[in-house]
């Protein structure tokens, strides 16, 4: 499983840069970034997007550590068999807008997006506990 915050620190000193250096590059303070790559808080995806662009990469590779593949590409969506019979109109919409949209995207998309639909489930679990 990936952690953010040793990701972040990983490329960072990758690149031979300070907190300073990214500070100055996304207006985050220090201490905040400190807190970040120190497990103490979990940035917000736009800080995530901020954090990327000062770092010269995409956002998947920020988040995703494995192996990519281009040649990972779901059929067209028409070609895409799924069974909506038991859903609403509504839900039988946005599944196959779901699937339209899942068909375009690169393998790396489609492991952001479920690294992101699990941090949501699991965000929701927990809300529920307390």
Not at 37 to 46: D, L, W, Y
């Amino acid at each position: 499983m990936l952690v953010i915050s040793e990701r972040l620190r990983a490329v960072r000193a990758q690149r031979n840069l300070s907190q300073r250096d990214i500070e100055a590059r996304t207006g985050l303070r220090q201490c905040y970034l400190s807190k970040v790559e120190n497990g103490r808080t979990i940035p917000s995806i736009e800080t995530l997007e901020k954090l990327a662009r000062a770092l010269d990469l995409p956002l998947y590779q920020l988040l995703y550590d494995g192996e990519m593949s281009r040649n990972n590409v779901l059929p067209h969506a028409s070609k895409a068999k799924v069974e909506l019979r038991d859903y609403s109109h509504k839900e039988r919409h946005f599944f196959r807008k779901l699937i339209e949209y899942l068909s375009r995207m690169t393998g790396e998309d489609r492991q952001l997006l479920m690294y992101f639909a699990e941090s949501i489930a699991n965000r929701k679990k927990r809300s529920r506990l307390c």
